[in-house]
């Protein structure tokens, strides 16, 4: 299994790019939104990706973080959902936007995205909803490149990489307060739910913040 490519781009497709190893070039799949935050052509990139195999198809998709290869992997596994559909998802989306659109039950959201009907989307909410906690909390990093993961050691004058970007700054702050919300003992699905609307009014709010805007909102009302 390939979990990581760590490279330089030698090509850009309209929907993947090509990955240099050590003179080894891989072809990875990505979503738009993944594509558009690689590097150009000679830089170094990296991406965490998933290897799917099928009796005429092998095939490589990267992604900026674990969060949203564990997406990629929770909605290919959804009936309906092929890869291609959940590359148009997490484009549309993203890890983060995704999280609060499961978590929320927010179904248009993710019709939204190129080539998804209103039954799969649906299908895909109610299959995956008690799944976006956990997903939620593994919160988020870019994979980071270095020299020596792309360069041979004898190059000369290398150019300095150019990582990934990660996710939106809220991704560790949901994660943390999810685990608070936990701990506080509500259940993961309201807590999830709770977290991904405060996020989604306030992205850049830190965890403390965070926790206290859900809080609010899981408060009894009357």
């Known amino acids: 299994m390939i979990g990581r490519i760590a490279g330089r781009i030698d090509m850009r497709g309209p929907d993947h790019v090509l990955i240099d190893v050590r003179g080894v070039g891989y072809v990875v799949f990505a979503s738009d939104r993944t594509l558009m935050a690689l590097p150009g052509p000679g830089e170094a990139a990296a991406l965490y990706t998933e290897l ?33 559909g959940a590359l148009a998802i ?10 609060r659109a499961i978590a929320l039950g927010d179904q248009a959201s993710v019709k939204a995205a190129k080539g998804i009907g209103p039954k799969t989307a649906q299908r895909i909410v109610l299959e995956l909803k008690d799944k976006a906690p956990a997903v939620m909390a593994m919160g988020g990093t870019a994979p980071t490149t270095t020299s020596d993961d792309v ?8 150019r300095p990489p150019k990582p990934v970007p990660g996710p939106a700054p809220s991704a560790s702050a949901q994660a943390e307060a999810l685990s608070a919300l936990g ?7 309201e ?11 306030t992205p850049e709010a830190d965890t403390p913040t965070l926790i206290r805007a859900a809080l609010k909102k899981l408060a009894p009302k009357g």
Do not use: C, H, M
């Open 183 to 189: 701990n506080l003992g509500y259940a993961p699905s």
């Open 90 to 99: 997490l484009g549309a989306l993203g890890a983060d936007g995704l999280s």
């Open 52 to 84: 799917i195999v099928r009796e005429d198809l092998l095939q490589l998709y990267g992604f900026p973080t674990l969060v949203e290869k564990e997406w990629f992997r929770l909605l290919t596994s959804v009936q309906g959902v092929g890869a291609k």
């Open 151 to 158: 360069i041979e050691p004898d190059t000369p004058s290398p």
């Open 191 to 201: 807590a999830a739910a709770a977290v991904a609307e405060a996020a989604g009014e």
